[in-house]
């Protein structure tokens, strides 16, 4: 008996013309009974499902989690209940305003995704490789990716959208700063940090919550390319990353991160400086420490990068028990906009795909829609309360009451803050060579703006600068050859 597989249509049918289809004669024009012709063709137009609006080019692994410090004290959540417990995930790396075919090195924040497959349900950690991000309010999302994308008249990516935007919103400054570092062109997925960025809460077992930030810190060390070199390397290799990733994990080299937190009590965040919620402005570490939790290995390639990869599919709102939200205004627009996203570009039911699905239980009453592969359900009843089966709400995952600092409902204006200290004290840390790469990273980009708004928009983008830091001012302002006088200027 022959061990080999018998070539087959989608619906199991033996294919026996593989290669050449149906014909009158063997000149002549094609069947339309050749059935296997029309699926083949139909399945080919239809391989592509729509990329990903944002972090559309991105690489992936899987790996496991393991818990190394014990912080039950904070959550309860499963997944930090021992030291040495470790745990399934799924990672996904990404570059984020180009599309799918775009370079690995362009400079560009990159998406840090976390999945973890844990008994208490999937959790999903969605975050970048930076702390901060470039707006506050979820409303303002849709207008700011606009202008990272393609100009509707030239279908060209346009620095005059992208500055003009910037220099509209001071508060983006503390991530266009660090977007303008070298940090903006991480030289793989391997050698750079990445973080929750938002606020989230924590929940022990007595019902005591705290707010936390999660920071997953590279083993392998920090490298980043200078502008020069990620300009020569997007044209030598623009998949560079995504085949180091690859090649990495082939050669058992595995990519390892610390995960750990930063704590604050409910206490500490009512007389913060600023707004603890505030996605644009980072915790310092003197004030709260980094805390150990556990170490991220990534040791596992995708045998199928479509399956894996693309259909992947994280969702804020993919928390477990003991890990909870924060006022925070922009994870509280992700909740809904992300899995939203999934199901516009994959299906309703996104999370029935390998790669999203919860490999211990999923019981629910959600059925129907399209691509539903797994049994629908079966003969189970399709709602709740029944008779008939034994699903029942748990109790002990309700979370706790608290009560929110304010009952006054409004719309309040997110740009009343200091948008200048966290930037400033930023560039005052970096070395001469770094303040020197990030001026000429900030001139390079800031010197296709054109149009007659060029002025307009380059003054008011370096009023921002100086504000921050004077030293980083004079530096845009001379690479522009703009014209300072110094007397008129106070740090």
């Known amino acids: 008996m022959s061990s080999k597989k018998t070539l087959t249509t989608q619906a199991g049918t033996p294919v026996n013309n593989y290669e050449d289809s149906q014909s009158v004669g063997e000149r002549g024009p094609l069947l339309l009974q050749d059935y296997f012709l029309q699926e083949k063709l139909a399945h080919f137009n239809r391989e592509r499902i729509p990329e990903r609006v944002v972090h559309a ?3 992936g692994a899987y790996g496991t989690f393991t818990v190394t410090h014990d912080i039950t004290k904070y959550t309860r959540a499963k997944i930090f209940s021992e030291i040495g417990k470790q745990t399934k995930m799924f990672t996904r790396f990404s570059t984020v305003g180009g599309e799918k075919g775009s370079a690995d090195a362009e400079r560009d924040p990159r998406g840090f995704a976390l999945k973890f497959y844990t008994e208490a349900g999937n959790w999903d950690l969605v975050g970048n490789n930076t702390p901060v991000f470039f707006i506050k309010d979820a409303k303002k999302f849709p207008d700011f990716i606009h202008t990272q994308k393609r100009d509707p008249y030239t279908n ?3 620095a005059t959208m992208v500055w003009d935007y910037w220099s509209l919103n001071p508060e983006s ?11 903006g062109t ?7 940090n990445g973080y929750g960025s938002h606020a989230f809460s924590m929940i022990n077992a007595d019902n ?12 392998q060390g920090i490298e980043n390319f200078t502008d020069a070199e990620a300009t020569e390397m997007r044209g030598i290799d623009p998949d560079h990353a995504q085949r180091d990733l690859v090649k990495s994990i082939d050669e058992k080299n595995f990519p390892k991160y610390a995960l750990k937190i930063q704590v604050m009590t409910l206490e500490e965040a009512k007389t913060f400086k600023w707004n603890p919620f505030d996605v644009t402005k980072v915790w310092s570490h003197n004030d709260y420490p980094l805390q150990d939790v556990g170490v991220i290995e990534l040791n596992e390639n995708p045998d199928n990068y479509f399956a894996h990869v693309e259909q992947s599919a994280f969702a804020p709102s993919n928390l477990v028990d003991g890990i909870g939200f924060s006022p925070d205004k922009m994870l509280q627009g992700r909740i809904l906009s992300y899995a939203d996203a999934h199901r516009y570009r994959i299906g309703v039911n996104f ?10 239980m999923v019981n629910n009453y959600h059925r129907d829609g399209a691509m539903r592969s797994d049994g629908n359900g079966g003969s189970a009843p ?23 600092e304010s009952n006054l409902v409004g719309y309040f204006d997110g740009n009343e803050n200091d948008h200048y200290t966290q930037p400033g004290d930023l560039f005052r840390i970096f070395t001469p060579e770094q303040k020197a790469n990030t001026i000429s990273n900030i001139v390079g980009a800031m010197s296709g703006i054109e149009g007659d708004k060029k002025d307009e928009i380059i003054n008011r983008q370096l009023c921002h600068w100086f504000r921050a830091n004077v030293e980083l001012g004079m530096g845009v302002a001379k690479g522009l050859g703009v014209t300072i006088d110094p007397s008129l200027l106070r740090q």
Not at 173 to 183: A, F, G, K, N, P
Not at 351 to 360: G, M, Q, Y
Not at 382 to 404: C, H, M, R
């Open 351 to 360: 999370d029935a795909l390998p790669v999203n699905k919860c490999p211990f």
């Open 186 to 192: 991480p030289k793989t997925f391997r050698h750079m």
């Open 382 to 404: 399709n709602y709740f309360p029944n008779s008939f089966d034994d699903i029942e709400v748990d109790d002990q995952a309700k979370g706790i009451n608290y009560a929110l």
């Open 156 to 158: 060209c990516k346009s």
């Open 173 to 183: 400054l503390h991530q266009v700063l660090i977007l303008m570092s070298d940090r």
């Open 57 to 59: 080019k991105g690489s």
């Open 208 to 219: 005591e919550r705290v707010y936390v930030k999660f920071h997953y810190k590279t083993m």
